[in-house]
């Protein structure tokens, strides 16, 4: 009798979605307008206070899906004394595809442009050793850069980027070292077209710069060790534009070096194009940003 008393108050209630704000019925489980899992709102109630947003951001192909996705096991796994714990089952199915495929010798497949197919995680992060931490309720999706990349071109494509990141704390942004290093200019364009966005997302007041620390990475660093020695000289001279944009406009910034792969073999498809696969898990400078956005917030 309870149960059925229970579920009449909740029926024709409606809650605002976490990232969007538009109304749903109680029993959704996704968003009717942006897709993300209705589990966030629900959470944050529980908790009683509201989630605290990083966005990882970058190009297609740059490994965000992997760096996302081995960032969380490593928080789950309470690396550097952070204790993790997921917020709702479907928060671990990113970290538990990435670690399947990487373990089976495959990177895992590209994140399909579709918001409702980007994998969401909640976790709740502290510090284990240190008395009173503060608690930090992180929401973090895996969007796809094609997406990402849609919405920077034509803003409001994909109206829950933009609304996500007008939530977000903090965020990291990752850029392709490798191709840089190589001597490619994409990297340094789209990492300009992504931060000149952001600084229009985030704007404030003429004449200031943008409070929200942006972490930004650079990927695939296995490839460049020397990105490693000095992350901030080599964007200098690599991604020019990129760092003189965040001089400009951006009040706290830093960059990293990360990789996750420790060595790579090649082989082909069934079209005979050249495939890399990784041989082994080893991960580098994962955490140093994540650690670096929350000592700013």
Same mark, same amino acid.
């Given at each position: ?14 809650? /605002? ?15 009717? #307008? ?12 529980? =908790?009683? %206070? ?27 796994? %309470? ?15 990113? =970290? ?8 089976? %010798? =495959?990177?895992?497949?590209? #994140?399909?442009? @579709?918001?409702?197919? !980007?994998? !969401? ?5 502290? @510090? ?5 931490? /503060? ?30 990141? @007008? ?19 994409? /990297? ?12 229009g997302v985030l704007q404030c007041k003429r004449g200031e710069k943008v409070p929200t620390p942006v972490a930004i990475v650079l990927s695939k660093a296995d490839y460049c060790p020397e990105c490693f020695d000095d992350p901030t000289g080599f964007a200098k001279t690599n991604l ?9 406009r951006f009040e706290k910034y830093r960059f990293f070096a990360t990789s996750v792969v420790g060595a790579l073999g090649y082989g082909s498809d069934e079209a005979q194009n050249v495939v890399p696969y990784p041989l082994h898990i080893a991960p580098r400078g994962v955490l140093e940003?994540?650690? !670096?956005?929350?000592? @700013?917030?």
């Amino acid at each position: 009798m309870a149960t059925k008393t229970a579920h009449a108050t909740t029926k024709g209630v409606e809650f /605002p979605c976490l990232i969007c704000e538009a109304k749903n019925p109680a029993d959704a489980i996704v968003c009717n #307008t942006c897709s993300a899992p209705m589990a966030l709102i629900q959470e944050a109630v529980i =908790q009683e %206070r509201d989630p605290c947003i990083v966005t990882v951001l970058g190009d297609s192909n740059v490994g965000k899906t992997v760096y996302l996705g081995i960032l969380l096991d490593m928080l789950a796994k %309470r690396a550097d004394d952070f204790d993790a714990v997921p917020k709702g089952a479907y928060s671990v199915n990113l =970290q538990h595809t990435v670690v399947s495929y990487l373990s089976a %010798r =495959q990177f895992p497949p590209k #994140t399909a442009v @579709e918001v409702d197919e !980007w994998h !969401w995680a909640y976790y709740q992060v502290s @510090e284990r050793q240190r008395k009173n931490a /503060p608690i930090f309720d992180l929401v973090m999706p895996d969007m796809a850069g094609e997406a990402l990349a849609a919405e920077v071109a034509n803003p409001k494509t994909f109206a829950v980027i933009r609304s996500l990141l @007008e939530k977000s704390a903090g965020a990291v942004v990752l850029v392709d070292g490798a191709m840089a290093a190589s001597g490619s200019a994409h /990297p340094d364009f789209f990492a300009l077209k992504l931060m000149t966005y952001l600084d229009g997302v985030l704007q404030c007041k003429r004449g200031e710069k943008v409070p929200t620390p942006v972490a930004i990475v650079l990927s695939k660093a296995d490839y460049c060790p020397e990105c490693f020695d000095d992350p901030t000289g080599f964007a200098k001279t690599n991604l020019n534009r990129l760092s003189n944009i965040c001089d400009s406009r951006f009040e706290k910034y830093r960059f990293f070096a990360t990789s996750v792969v420790g060595a790579l073999g090649y082989g082909s498809d069934e079209a005979q194009n050249v495939v890399p696969y990784p041989l082994h898990i080893a991960p580098r400078g994962v955490l140093e940003p994540f650690e !670096w956005v929350l000592s @700013e917030l």
